[in-house]
């Protein structure tokens, strides 16, 4: 029992953080955002509201700078300000704001954004083991591999919710009459928007598909559903 102490030691503590992150994120998007009011956005959210069947789409905008949407584990949708402010500026159109809803929407429904919560307290038990047994015969580098891995593993599996979430949204844009096109543009953007050139690289980039790929997907979606 002792020799399986260290595992079962890294899967409480993936435990704790997950509710302590859980926690915090709610309280971090209680304390410091406002519901959508815009009256384009929310008469295109209406018309995908319609398409889902729900009465609406309720948006809110987060106040942070870092141009972003984020799905919530409890199913709130939020845009950013540093991202509403881009709108407002005319950098990005009312109907790519509807594509970046319809994307958060579906990261809603397909449920990845509770997942990605779960998978959080997953991978950081997984992580404290996989360095645990690491520095056991690599002292010294166990927790840089551990890192290394479980990164690169999280990234495959965020780039696969990404696509799904995308393909989601085309549909959803198509039924209500809105159309991709907005959709591959903002794609087009998003480097510039995120301010993303230069030589480093982004977590976005880590975690999301390459833009052609994801333009590429979107049009043979379109062509598979005859739109």
Do not use: C
């Not at 319609?50 to 949407?69: A, F, L, Q, S, T």
């Not at 990605?116 to 166990?142: C, E, H, K, Y």
């Not at 959709?183 to 030589?199: P, Y």
């Amino acid at each position: 029992m002792f020799k399986f102490f260290p595992i079962l030691l890294a899967i409480g503590y993936g435990i704790f953080m997950y509710r302590l992150s859980a926690w915090r994120l709610t309280r971090e998007l209680d304390e410091k955002s406002t519901e959508l009011a815009d009256p384009k956005l929310r008469a295109l959210t209406a018309q995908m509201a319609d398409v889902v069947n729900i009465p609406r789409i309720k948006v809110h905008i987060y106040e942070i700078e870092p141009v972003n949407g984020l799905a919530a584990p409890d199913g709130r949708i939020f845009i950013t300000r540093g991202f509403y402010n881009k709108y407002k500026e005319n950098n990005v159109t009312a109907e790519e704001m509807a594509s970046v809803i319809a994307h958060e929407l579906g990261h809603v429904a397909l449920g990845h954004s509770r997942r990605r919560m779960i998978d959080f307290s997953g991978q950081n038990a997984l992580r404290t083991a996989l360095a645990m047994v690491l520095s056991r015969f690599i002292p010294g580098f166990g927790p840089m591999i551990a890192n290394a891995a479980m990164s690169m593993l999280m990234a495959r599996l965020s780039r696969s919710d990404e696509y799904e979430a995308d393909a989601y949204a085309s549909a959803l844009l198509l039924k209500a009459g809105i159309g991709t096109s907005a959709q591959k543009t903002l794609f087009t953007k998003l480097e510039k928007l995120t301010g993303a050139r230069g030589a480093a690289q982004p977590a976005w980039l880590l975690s999301h598909p390459k833009t052609p790929e994801r333009i590429a997907a979107i049009e043979a979606n379109e062509a598979k559903w005859g739109a």
